[in-house]
């Protein structure tokens, strides 16, 4: 891609799997140094493991963070203490429908996508104002353009995310620190996986017939358990896909867009703009 980010630093939160270890990887093959986030143990070992089989030439390290607890941000923060490239790929899903969920779930949910999130990137913002360059990619959701009723208080972290977003962009105006955001679609990651392949086996389907007959069967009788979304591409994104936008933003290449919310969604958002 020549991303000219060679000699960055960057940290991938939550990136062990999914589209967070996607975009490690594409940010490793363009040369920056790779921090891969996890909340530790053995997956953590993996993913660096995994990272520094792919790309060898790479400078890949790990560590490990329990964002959801109290004092996770500061381990992170101890631990890394500046980088070129914040991408923020933590979060909390909890799905649940609407009416089931308690006020505790709500706080826990929204401090885990709004304020954890904030928190961290505000002590990065700074100090990539301080040098004088920086890139900061939130990986958002469609959801927080077309929420479930299974995710609502997903969808709202994820739209704050967008606020904040827009906010700091406006910010670090006349710098060279871009914010912008991402907004993913329906994605084969693992816990993506997780959710649906039970719903799959409950309704006696192999995983790949039960997704086959969601995107391209008018008549899908379970929609309402998996949630819609009229993909135009009609099947899963793969990680690699989103994590090509990410890692674009990333890039010098990037320099001209701040303070953007783009969609990689598979066209599921049925609006142009």
């Given amino acids: 891609m020549h991303t000219a980010i060679t000699d960055r630093t960057a940290l991938v939160t939550a990136s062990t799997e999914g589209i967070g270890f996607a975009t490690a990887r594409l940010l490793a093959e363009e040369g920056a140094r790779v921090w891969v986030h996890g909340r530790g143990g053995v997956r953590l070992g993996q993913a660096v493991a995994a990272l520094r089989r792919a790309v060898p030439s790479a400078e890949v ?4 963070a329990d964002l959801a607890a109290d004092g996770g941000v500061r381990v992170l923060t101890a631990a890394v203490p500046a980088v070129d490239i914040l991408v923020n790929g933590y979060a909390d899903t ?4 609407f009416a089931t969920v308690t006020d505790a779930e709500w706080t826990t949910t929204l ?3 709004v304020a954890v999130t904030a928190t961290l990137t505000r002590h990065y913002f700074e100090h990539m104002l301080a040098s004088g360059w920086g890139r900061i990619v939130f990986i958002a959701s469609d959801l927080a353009l ?3 009723p299974v995710m609502v208080p997903y969808a709202a972290g994820k739209m704050a995310q ?4 827009r906010a700091l962009a406006e910010e670090a105006a006349g710098t060279a620190v871009t914010v912008n955001a991402v907004l993913p679609g329906f994605t084969r990651t693992e816990r993506t996986e997780g959710f649906l392949r039970p719903l799959a086996a409950r309704h006696g389907m192999s995983f790949e017939a039960f997704m086959d007959a969601y995107f391209n069967d008018p008549a899908f009788p ?6 819609f979304g009229a993909s135009l591409v009609r099947r899963l994104l793969e990680p690699e896909e989103v994590a090509s936008l990410i890692a674009f933003l990333c890039s010098a ?6 303070g953007a919310s783009l969609r990689c969604d598979g066209g599921t958002t049925p609006t142009a703009l």
């Fill in 146 to 148: 077309r929420p479930l």
């Fill in 162 to 165: 967008l606020t904040l977003m």
């Fill in 61 to 64: 390290d790990g560590v490990a």
């Fill in 222 to 227: 379970w929609r309402d358990e998996v949630g």
């Fill in 94 to 97: 909890r799905p649940k429908p």
């Fill in 253 to 258: 290449r990037a320099s001209g867009m701040t």
């Fill in 111 to 113: 401090r885990n996508n």
